[in-house]
């Protein structure tokens, strides 16, 4: 038997729930189907949520960001410490599952469990994966695939060895390693090295490019960079892994293109991220993919199937829970002709949870060099900032970007703790096109580390000032 539904959302993340809700808001029939246990996605199950979860608890349990203000050492019970973040890893893991089930059920989104795979443009077939029982039958007028993305396995690394972790195995932790290489210096690659830093594990991040992080503002890059190597840590840039050995009853080994070699314990690669396009059956449905196993979508993102919409990783960049999220309503608000959402922002923050954590928004200064924009920067230091003497934050300090003739903000670049939090400070600026005056007219509450927007503000507004020759900062009228 065949049932026909408005709308057919194949996978659970982040895209596909608020796709699917939106369309069941505004009365569609829908249907999801997830093949995993339970809802979420991997922004719940291995993703954003048990990350950030893991460095709550680290910070909170070994008290990483406060021990040496209070002249406190680290001696930590590494097993109970595992203990605990585990159980806070379930906890909060329960508690989005349940969340999100219960979204689906108060807008009447019908989940089934299975695998979708299409058998023609407009039906697919349910199964358990096996191929052991037949498949229930689904149609529908319109689709949405949201199916994720997975780690990349390049050949020749020896995942087989329980100590090669991708940034989904990593997650089913038996010990807290005493020394950790990570493979590549992208966001996942660094946050988790952090992570394992505050835990007390010796770090070796090993990164082909010059900078960590390659698409933030490079100072950024770099205050992260010395903030990890102050820890003792060790960043190698420009380097490349050969080969990953495991010393019979010993540690792995690795070599590296730089002629180094290193002994560790555990080594977490972090080379990307593929799209989860195989087993979909794309071909039958008539949808085009890339080489990197990613869906092609338009500005409205449908498919090379115009009533077939993709949305999330598996369309590839930025790849993010925030941006998969309202991919997902903006895509089902054009399917079904809603007046509603017609386009993703495109100012878009980045979060990033590194210790310290750093946050961005518009462009870096490097961009605004390249493409010949007159622009000022404005600095601030937490270690200048009441709340961040009280905090005792040494590594945080906010840079705004600016353009020199309207004033206009055009980036926000933070590192230092609740930099994820506070950019959106620069955001609302930004989404009005407002000027860095607004910073300056304004009263933030004191003591805060919000505060520290005035200051960079007039940071900028007096290095403006020197460069025209002007003893006050200008005003736009001015200017
Ligand atoms: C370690 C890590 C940290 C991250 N941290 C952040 C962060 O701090 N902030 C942020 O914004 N983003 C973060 N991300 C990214 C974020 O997790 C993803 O962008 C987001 O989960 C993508 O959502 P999605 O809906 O596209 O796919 P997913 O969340 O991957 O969900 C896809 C779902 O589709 C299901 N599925 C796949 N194929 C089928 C099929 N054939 N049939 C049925 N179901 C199927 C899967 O089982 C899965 O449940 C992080 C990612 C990682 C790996």
């Known amino acids: 038997m065949t049932d026909h539904y408005d709308l057919c959302v194949i996978g659970s993340g982040p895209a596909g729930e608020k796709g699917a809700?939106?369309?069941?808001?505004?009365?569609?029939?829908?249907?999801?189907?997830?093949?995993?246990?339970?809802?979420?996605?991997?922004?719940?199950?291995?993703?954003?949520?048990?990350?950030?979860?893991?460095?709550?608890?680290?910070?909170?349990?070994?008290?990483?960001?406060?021990?040496k203000l209070y002249g406190m050492?680290?001696?930590?019970?590494?097993?109970?410490?595992?203990?605990?973040?585990?159980?806070?890893?379930?906890?909060?893991?329960?508690?989005?599952?349940?969340?999100?089930?219960?979204?689906?059920?108060?807008?009447?989104?019908?989940?089934?469990k299975g695998q979708a795979?299409?058998?023609?443009?407009?039906?697919?077939?349910?199964?358990?994966?096996?191929?052991?029982?037949?498949?229930?039958m689904l149609t529908a007028d319109r689709f949405l695939i949201a199916t994720g993305s997975s780690p990349h396995r390049p050949p020749g690394v020896p995942f087989d060895d329980h100590d090669v972790e991708?940034?989904?195995?990593?997650?089913?932790?038996?010990?807290?390693?005493?020394?950790?290489?990570?493979?590549?210096?992208?966001?996942?690659?660094?946050?988790?090295?952090?992570?394992?830093?505050?835990?007390?594990?010796?770090?070796?991040?090993?990164?082909?490019?010059?900078?960590?992080?390659?698409?933030?503002?490079?100072?950024?890059?770099?205050?992260?960079?010395?903030?990890?190597?102050?820890?003792?840590?060790?960043?190698?840039?420009?380097?490349?892994?050969?080969?990953?050995?495991?010393?019979?009853?010993?540690?792995?080994?690795?070599?590296?293109?730089?002629?180094?070699?290193?002994?560790v314990d555990k080594v977490l690669y972090s080379a990307g991220r593929a799209g989860n396009t195989g087993g979909l059956g794309l071909d039958r449905a008539g949808v085009?993919?890339?080489?990197?196993?990613?869906?092609?979508?338009?500005?409205?993102?449908?498919?090379?199937?115009?009533?077939?919409?993709?949305?999330?990783?598996?369309?590839?960049?930025?790849?993010?829970?925030?941006?998969?999220?309202?991919?997902?309503?903006?895509?089902m608000c054009h399917a079904f002709g809603i007046p509603y959402k017609t386009k993703v922002s495109p100012l878009t923050p980045y979060g990033v949870y590194t210790i310290p954590e750093i946050s961005m928004l518009g462009a870096t200064e490097e961009e605004l060099t390249k493409q010949g924009i007159p622009f000022e920067v404005g600095r601030a230091g937490y270690d200048s900032n009441a709340r961040g003497q009280i905090t005792g934050e040494q590594d945080g300090a906010l840079k705004l970007l600016f353009h020199t003739e309207t004033k206009r903000l055009l980036g926000v670049h933070m590192i230092g703790d609740r930099a994820t939090e506070l950019v959106h400070i620069g955001q609302m600026v930004m989404c009005f096109s407002g000027t860095i005056d607004v910073f300056i007219d304004s009263v933030f509450n004191f003591p805060t580390l919000a505060e520290i927007y005035k200051y960079a503000a007039y940071d900028g507004l007096?290095?403006?000032?020197?460069?025209?020759?002007?003893?006050?900062?200008?005003?736009?009228?001015?200017?």
């Open 166 to 263: 991708d940034s989904d195995t990593i997650l089913d932790l038996d010990r807290i390693p005493q020394s950790l290489a990570v493979v590549g210096g992208g966001v996942i690659g660094c946050e988790y090295a952090c992570l394992f830093a505050a835990l007390g594990t010796a770090i070796t991040i090993i990164e082909g490019r010059s900078s960590l992080m390659g698409f933030l503002d490079g100072e950024m890059s770099e205050r992260l960079r010395s903030a990890l190597a102050r820890g003792g840590h060790r960043i190698l840039l420009g380097d490349a892994v050969l080969s990953i050995e495991r010393v019979v009853g010993g540690p792995l080994h690795i070599k590296l293109k730089s002629g180094q070699s290193l002994e």
């Open 21 to 67: 809700v939106q369309a069941a808001y505004f009365g569609k029939r829908v249907v999801l189907v997830e093949k995993a246990p339970a809802v979420g996605g991997a922004c719940v199950h291995t993703g954003t949520l048990p990350s950030k979860t893991l460095r709550e608890a680290a910070l909170y349990v070994t008290g990483f960001q406060k021990r």
């Open 73 to 112: 050492t680290l001696d930590i019970d590494k097993q109970a410490s595992l203990r605990r973040l585990m159980g806070r890893l379930r906890a909060v893991t329960e508690q989005q599952v349940s969340q999100i089930s219960q979204n689906m059920r108060r807008h009447e989104v019908e989940v089934v």
């Open 288 to 331: 085009a993919v890339d080489p990197k196993a990613r869906i092609p979508v338009n500005q409205h993102f449908q498919t090379s199937q115009p009533h077939i919409y993709a949305a999330g990783d598996v369309i590839g960049s930025p790849a993010l829970a925030s941006v998969s999220m309202e991919q997902g309503r903006v895509a």
């Open 462 to 479: 007096g290095r403006l000032a020197r460069r025209t020759g002007t003893t006050v900062p200008p005003t736009p009228a001015a200017l």
């Open 117 to 136: 795979t299409f058998t023609g443009p407009r039906e697919i077939t349910v199964t358990d994966g096996s191929g052991a029982v037949a498949g229930r």
